[in-house]
């Protein structure tokens, strides 16, 4: 018989080798619903249509939890922008903050601009009425709340469809990179850089393109790992460029171009042979010019192939694309969607991208796909890591995580010293930090991530929606990880919550009782399930 006493919760246990142990199913290469469980009530039929173009994941109001910020209107009519809130692991299905302006929007950013540890929410604004110029704006967030109204927007008037934050003059504040030009009207124009001054976006950018087209996505990477940030775009009816960084500024023409001339809508960054060196996808759209196939451009030893190494093997309007090792194998899989068509995952094999999808939604789902995001949203497949060390040489202020998309960064060390947030600024999607000074030897992040990503579309056409990961990572109740349920697992949870033993690998694991937090209720319930008939231990949640 065992005995467990702790802080007035006494558990005397018979029978210490009794257990249940639960068999693993197995699970397709993607393990993603092929229906998406969430669905937003915006643009649901026969609600009127948002034309939902940009997506991204953060935690607006600082609950532990990642929120779905969509931006709308795009060329079709003028609409506010949402933020879906989520509440102890579940998305509202309801849109709990609504802009105050409407406007024709593209795609979104979210950068902590006065480094409170809040983000800040930066829209791109496509056209004005009659196909006109407009502005870029950016929403204010105080304490986890957003203005409903925007606090800034930029002096200059441009076409802009997608911004990106970066931190390309290493001052540890996030600057905005803006994409610009308009190709239906064939409006070509100068690519800009917001520089942040202390907490500040300036009005007029300080960085404009010498060169003109009509951009349509932008995104930061170091390309060539010397430890800054270079800047990609990808333009229609045009080649895709990146403006190298020299440490102290951006050149105004790009060094490297692709050879081909396409119709680019979006890109990413991501590393997909693991050799340490970002590699560049990009989706093509044929509407207008070009072959529509999806791409990726390698990269060997920080210098991109110019044309692609790896091409799907169909082609249509391709309109998203984004990396994410959805099946734990240790490869970035390529997610990918078109207009009028279906949202699709690329299964990365050891390095190589197959050219058909290993993984296609459901056919009653077909929508105009605009952008694909990645993030676990009741933390069930969260794990931490700690004490990821990186070398330093007292030059490089650019260091990636290990494992990207993050959910959370949680300790930032250089050269010893535990960092605040106003000594970096940092993208958890693209998993790179970036330090206001270099640190001389050695850096450390503690952050968590997760095992069990799932997949948000925004759709032009029709509701937004989320393709839940359906990976059983742990049998439910199994906190200690031995593949059966029994009273060891109670006792590793005493440990873990009064006797500074080790907490549970998959941290929402502990949490059988479903209510989001590791507790002393738990230990109570596995208790009451193993010797009292209780119900069965739930799947987890966690932030």
């Known amino acids: 018989m065992l005995k467990l006493q702790v802080n007035g919760y006494s558990f005397l246990i018979a029978g210490f080798f009794l ?107 496509y056209i004005n009425s009659f196909w006109g110029k407009t502005v870029i704006q950016l929403y204010d967030n105080v304490n986890g709340s957003l203005s409903t ?37 064939n409006f070509n124009e100068k690519n800009r850089i917001y520089y942040n001054q202390s907490g500040a976006l300036e009005t007029t950018p300080s960085w404009v393109s010498g060169d003109s087209g009509a951009c349509y996505d932008v995104d930061w990477g170091d390309v060539d790992n010397d430890g800054d940030l270079d800047l990609a775009f990808v333009c229609s009816q045009g080649r895709i460029r990146v403006y190298k960084n020299y440490g102290d500024s951006i050149e105004t023409f790009p060094s490297w171009r692709s050879k081909n001339v396409d119709d680019g809508n979006t890109l990413a960054w991501g590393d997909l042979n693991n050799d340490g060196y970002l590699d560049l996808a990009v989706a093509n759209n044929f509407q207008l010019y070009g072959n529509g196939y999806f791409e990726v451009y390698l990269n060997h030893n920080g210098i991109l192939d110019t044309i692609p190494d790896w091409v799907s093997s169909t082609n249509g309007y391709g309109s998203a694309v984004s990396f994410c090792d959805v099946n734990n194998d240790g490869y970035k899989d390529l997610a990918a969607g078109r207009w ?52 330093a040489d007292g030059s490089k202020k650019v260091f990636y995580l290990n494992h990207y998309p993050a959910h959370k960064l949680e300790k930032v060390v250089a050269d010893g010293n535990v960092l605040s947030l106003t000594d970096y600024c940092y993208n958890l999607t693209s998993g790179w930090v970036s330090f206001k000074v270099a640190p001389d030897s050695q850096v450390s992040f503690d952050y968590k991530h997760s095992l069990k990503q799932d997949l948000a579309v925004s759709n032009w056409d029709r509701e937004n929606y989320v393709f839940f990961n359906q990976n059983q990572l742990y049998v439910k109740g199994d906190v200690n990880q031995d593949n059966k349920v029994t009273v060891a697992d109670v006792v590793f949870l005493v440990n873990y919550l009064f006797k500074g033993g080790p907490e549970p690998y998959y941290l929402a694991c502990g949490d059988v009782n479903r209510d989001c937090q590791t507790t002393v209720s738990d230990a109570v319930y596995l208790v009451n399930y193993l010797f009292k008939g209780g119900p069965l231990p739930l799947s987890g949640c966690a932030k």
Request: hydrophobic share 35%; glycine share 10%.
């Open 340 to 391: 009028w068509g279906y949202s699709t995952v690329y299964e990365n094999s050891g390095g190589n991208l197959g050219t058909t999808p290993a993984w296609t939604c459901n056919l009653a789902y077909e929508s105009v796909v605009e952008e694909m995001v990645w993030a676990d949203l009741d933390g069930d497949g969260l794990v931490r890591i700690k004490n990821e060390t990186h070398p």
């Open 19 to 125: 257990f249940l142990v639960f068999l693993q199913p197995a699970f397709a290469v993607i393990p993603l619903e092929t229906s998406p469980s969430w669905r937003s009530l915006e643009s649901r039929a026969p609600s009127i249509n948002y034309y939902s173009t940009g997506a991204v994941f953060g935690d607006v109001d600082g609950n532990g939890f990642l929120d779905l910020v969509i931006s709308n209107g795009n060329d079709m009519s003028k609409k506010p922008n949402l933020v879906y809130f989520n509440y102890n692991g579940k998305l509202d299905t309801t849109a709990g903050w609504v802009s105050a302006n409407s406007e024709y929007s593209g795609h979104c950013a979210l950068g902590d601009i006065d480094k409170d540890g809040y983000p800040e929410l930066a829209v791109s604004n």
């Open 149 to 185: 109204s925007p606090i800034w927007s930029s002096a200059d008037s441009m076409h802009t469809f997608s911004c990106a934050f970066g931190d390309p003059d290493g001052d540890g504040y996030p600057d905005l990179a803006v994409a610009c030009g308009e190709a239906y009207n």
